[in-house]
């Protein structure tokens, strides 16, 4: 509805005529000064305004002659509301309206360069509201704001080169810790350069995520998975395995690297006494699947199913009861063997049904792990399912 905030666009009539009245003036007659104060036109807009004709209300502000410092706000305060009402021409007529006149003082001014720069921001049009915020932080105004829309934009063309420097500016004149984001438009200038086999490059970029961001994960898959492509097992498995200690929660995503690398090098053995160890400090499903795994390759399904149970028992999750079932059923037969398959789809469902990956900020879920979350745009923070599900410590 049009008429929510227009309470923005009457506070001058308000404050003109209601319970300001009395201090402002001697005069008798309260609709006097209004009229004086406001133009005819002013009024008429409000009106078309309040009767939900925006059309016609934006062509009586466009027309008006005069723009006073009274109902300069007034302008500024429509456009901005016709843009959060998502009407974003409506906005850029205004604010462009605006700054076409000479006399407008320079603090209007920024703010209606501002405003537009927003506008064209909403409407999609980057590289006019690239322009627009350039020049405010060139004018040195609305800098902190103007820095953080443009790094938006640069994210939105994957323009990388671009955002680090102004991730780099934003931290210099705000003090905003910047190096999360900035290891992260370095992998993805790593990943880049991935797509053309071109390593060297990627080695660099990753450096210089790790450099930013020491615990950048997404910098040590990479690396990780690079080496793995170039055949270099050993270093690989080095900078998968230092995902624990950067982010647990993410440890989820190197355990098949992990076990294709310790095959690739036939050390088998290896493989199971480094995820006992880590098991021991980080008791989840995805490592209890890995071991039951080549426990079941050993010593059979008996044994994989024995050890799934225990670690069921202590930790209840839908994921466990699946991996037990699944070893349970070449165990059994007729009836039962019947029975486990049914219980066996149902949690199948159960997890395919489940996200796989989900933002601790703003609850977004998907089963793709997204490096920023696509929906509040922040970055790290979608997070493997397996880490929030609710398993039980003894
Ligand atoms: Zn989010």
Redesign the pocket.
């Known amino acids: 509805m049009l008429i929510h905030g227009l309470w923005l666009l009457l506070l001058p009539i308000a404050a003109a005529s209601g319970w300001a009245a009395a201090k402002w003036s001697q005069k008798s007659d309260a609709l006097d000064d209004r009229k004086a104060l406001f133009p005819k036109d002013y009024l008429l807009g409000l009106n078309f305004l309040l009767n939900e004709e925006p059309d016609k209300a934006l062509d009586v502000f466009l027309k008006m002659v005069d723009v006073d410092s009274e109902t300069v706000e007034t302008h500024l305060a429509l456009g901005n509301l016709f843009r959060r009402r998502g009407e974003v021409n409506r906005a850029i007529r205004i604010h462009q309206n605006l700054i076409a006149r000479p006399t407008l003082s320079k603090d209007i001014r920024v703010q209606a360069l501002f405003a537009l720069a927003k506008d064209y921001l909403s409407a999609g049009v980057l590289d006019r509201a690239e322009s627009l915020f350039l020049e405010l932080v060139e004018m040195n105004e609305q800098v902190g704001e103007s820095l953080q829309c443009l790094l938006s934009i640069y994210q939105q063309e994957k323009n990388w080169q671009s955002a680090i420097q102004i991730a780099q500016k934003i931290n210099a004149r705000t003090g905003t810790d910047m190096h999360l984001p900035i290891a992260h438009h370095y992998c993805e200038l790593a990943e880049l350069a991935l797509k053309t086999d071109d390593y060297e490059s990627a080695t660099r970029y990753l450096k210089k995520a790790l450099s930013n961001d020491s615990n950048c994960v997404r910098a040590s898959l990479l690396f990780g998975n690079m080496l793995v492509g170039k055949g270099n097992y050993k270093q690989a498995i080095r900078h998968f395995q230092h995902i624990k200690d950067q982010d647990p929660d993410y440890f989820v995503e190197a355990i098949t690297p992990l076990v294709d690398s310790f095959r690739a090098l036939s050390k088998e053995t290896e493989l199971i006494l480094y995820f006992k160890e880590v098991l021991k400090e980080f008791p989840r499903i995805p490592v209890v699947v890995v071991l039951s795994e080549q426990i079941r390759q050993w010593r059979g399904d008996k044994a994989a199913a024995t050890f799934v149970a225990d670690y069921v028992r202590k930790h209840p999750s839908i994921a466990g009861v699946h991996r037990l079932v699944e070893l349970q059923l070449p165990l059994t037969e007729g009836r039962a063997k019947h029975d486990l398959s049914i219980l066996h789809s149902l949690t199948q469902k159960l997890l395919a049904a489940q996200p796989s990956y989900q ?6 879920a998907g089963k793709v792990l997204h490096w920023q ?6 970055w790290s ?2 997070k493997p399912m397996y880490t929030l599900e609710v398993e039980q410590d003894d």
């Open positions: 933002c601790i900020n703003c609850g977004f979350c696509p929906s509040c745009k922040r923070s979608m």
